[in-house]
């Protein structure tokens, strides 16, 4: 059975840092895809940042050079540090592991429960 646990969001003014972490019981990072996955109110579902076999597979545009993925293997916990955050930012972030093609949410079997990330100006 794996679950994925993620923890760390909370609410920061603009320019600030979060670091949010994925606790994945069950499953092995090195396998397949993990990464986040981020909506907003009123907008679809989009990829933040992933990993492939646990090496560095993607990042959205949006958040090149500001947000960075991770993983502990040891603790089977990805991280994604993130930096100069902005109101743009602002979403349920979710942890979403499993898939092979990786690149649509919908092809994930494995989501965590989600954590709020607000961004304040």
């Known amino acids: 059975q794996v679950q994925l646990a993620e923890s760390g969001g909370g609410s920061v003014q603009a320019g600030g840092s979060l670091r949010l972490s994925c606790a994945a019981s069950?499953?092995?990072?090195?396998?397949?895809?993990i990464g986040w996955f981020r909506q907003a109110p009123g907008k679809e579902r989009e990829g933040v940042a992933r990993l492939r076999s646990g090496v560095f597979d993607f990042y959205a545009d949006s958040v090149k050079g500001r947000f960075t993925i991770s993983q502990d293997i040891a603790k089977s916990t990805v991280y994604l540090q993130m930096d100069s955050l902005k109101p743009e930012d602002t979403a349920m972030y979710y942890c979403?592991?499993?898939?092979?093609?990786?690149?649509?949410?919908?092809?994930?079997?494995?989501w965590g429960q989600g954590t709020q990330v607000t961004v304040s100006s």
């Open positions: 979403a592991a499993g898939s092979t093609t990786c690149a649509l949410w919908s092809e994930y079997p494995y």
């Open positions: 069950g499953y092995t990072p090195r396998r397949g895809c």
